[in-house]
T-cell receptor
């Protein structure tokens, strides 16, 4: 069965500090990978998605970046955090079922980031 | 801009009643549709997916899709207090998923 891991689970960082969040998926090959942010009481905002190693699409221009160094590893980074970067960061994966567009998405446990 | 709209609620129903959650979407090219349940402080959990017009039933859950009206709904029969959560509607369009802001459901014992 497939599992997705994220770490750390919680993080408190000062403004201006760097950030690195990691996500890994087990039990599947060549997944699509996604980073979302959920602000308190809000919906999910798609930040980045990747269909393969080194292939990153950015949905929201901001001070965050993403990388996919391995097939099942997805990293979210920032050089300098802002107060507005606080939120619940979720990694997700999906796999196409053959040639169909029927593509279910599953989430990791998330990282709760507080920027002070 | 592809939008997914949900009533934020809260929707309050008594235990044992049917809870009805609704969602509309703007992109006619959307290919698949999902309902997620999110408990407070936790990540979303996929509970239903639907791809074609009509109803799809899974236990106490029924998803309904009407592509002509761009409308998706979720019915929860025999609602339990453990169903109290925020329900997120999501649509998929060419590998991207778009989420509504969620409807908070309260099931009162």
């Amino acid at each position: 069965s497939q599992t997705i891991h994220q770490w750390p689970a919680t993080l408190v960082q000062p403004v201006g500090s760097p950030l690195s969040l990691e996500c890994t998926v087990e039990g599947t090959s060549n997944p699509n990978l996604y980073w979302y942010r959920q602000a308190a009481g809000r919906g999910l905002q798609l930040l980045f998605y990747s269909v393969g190693i080194g292939q990153i699409s950015s949905e929201v221009p901001q001070n965050l970046s993403a990388s996919r160094p391995q097939d099942r590893q997805f990293i979210l980074s920032s050089k300098k955090l802002l107060l507005s970067d606080s939120g619940f960061y979720l990694c997700a994966w999906s796999v196409l079922r053959g040639a169909s567009p029927y593509n279910e998405q599953f989430f990791g446990p998330g990282t709760r980031l507080t920027v002070l | 801009q592809k939008e997914v709209e949900q009533n934020s609620g809260p929707l309050s129903v008594p235990e044992g009643a049917i809870a009805s959650l609704n969602c509309t979407y703007s992109d006619r090219g959307s290919q698949s549709f999902f309902w997620y349940r999110q408990y407070s402080g936790k990540s979303p959990e996929l509970i239903m997916s639907i791809y074609s017009n009509g109803d799809k039933e899974d236990g106490r859950f029924t998803a309904q899709l009407n592509k002509a009206s761009q409308y998706v709904s979720l019915l929860i029969r025999d609602s339990q207090p453990s169903d109290s959560a925020t329900y997120l509607c999501a649509v998929n369009s060419f590998n991207k998923f778009y989420f509504g802001s969620g409807t908070k459901l309260n099931v009162k014992p």
